[in-house]
Every structure is written in C-alpha cells, then in structure tokens.
Nanobody
Framework: QLQFVESGGGWVQPGGSLRLSCTASGDTLEHYAIGWFRQAPGKEREAISCITNRGGNAKYADSVKGRFTISRDNTKNTVFLQMNSLRPEDTAIYYC???????????????????????????WGQGTQVTVSP
C-alpha cells in the first residue's frame, strides 16, 4: 500500500523559500500522479499543484503560479515542491497524495480544464507545517 511522508516544512519570513519533499513507500511512484494540497486553519483543504507520473506535465493553482514549482524524482520515489516568494497566506499544513494513472491524470496537465479535486486523490501523508510570518 502506498504511503507518504512529507518533510521540509518550517517557519520562514515573508519572501523566503522552502522546499518540501514527499517520499513514498509501498509501491512504485511512477504508477501515480501526485498532488500537493494545503489546509489553513479554519479553511478547507485546497489543491495547489499536481504532476503527472513521469513529470512531463504539471498544473498549479492561480494562488501559487509563478512562485511554486513541483517536480519529481521517481528513482528516489520522491516528489518536491519548491516554494519561493512565500507570503503569510501560504501558512498551512501541506500534504501530498496520489492518483493511480490507471484512472487518469488529466487534471495534472496544465492545458486541461479538469480541476484538481481532493476527492480524486488518496494515500494522504500526515502533512508538514509551513508558517510564513515576520
């Protein structure tokens, strides 16, 4: 069974950067599209990025486009989220989750109108806290 461990979170000042990692075990990561999501206190979990199983395509939420970059290294069973120009509103718990490519990964293609939905992903990790404040 696929399981994830997220890491790399912490405290950073506005304008700073963090790099999150999502390391998988239990299955081969190449079988899955991977999404990054976040949940701020009192708010619903939201999708922020998604990458196809071999890294050829990615999509970003408008709120992070141009600041965050998703990437993956399937040889290390790890997906990354490079976060630059961080803002206080980026403060949240960040999660990764998977979608088996057998059921499609169109939502991870930038040109696709298919939305990235939390209910379309599973095998959620425990999350890593990101706090952006002066």
């Amino acid at each position: 069974q696929l399981q994830f461990v997220e890491s790399g979170g912490g405290w950073v000042q506005p304008g700073g950067s963090l790099r999150l990692s999502c390391t998988a075990s239990g299955d081969t990561l190449e079988h899955y599209a991977i999404g990054w999501f976040r949940q701020a206190p009192g708010k619903e979990r939201e999708a922020i990025s998604c990458i196809t199983n071999r890294g050829g395509n990615a999509k970003y939420a408008d709120s992070v486009k141009g600041r965050f970059t998703i990437s993956r290294d399937n040889t290390k069973n790890t997906v990354f989220l490079q976060m630059n120009s961080l803002r206080p509103e980026d403060t949240a718990i960040y999660y990764c989750a998977a979608r088996n490519t057998l059921i499609g990964q169109a939502m991870c293609v930038a040109s696709s109108e298919t939305a990235i939905l939390t209910e379309d992903f599973d095998s959620w990790g425990q999350g890593t806290q990101v706090t952006v404040s002066p």
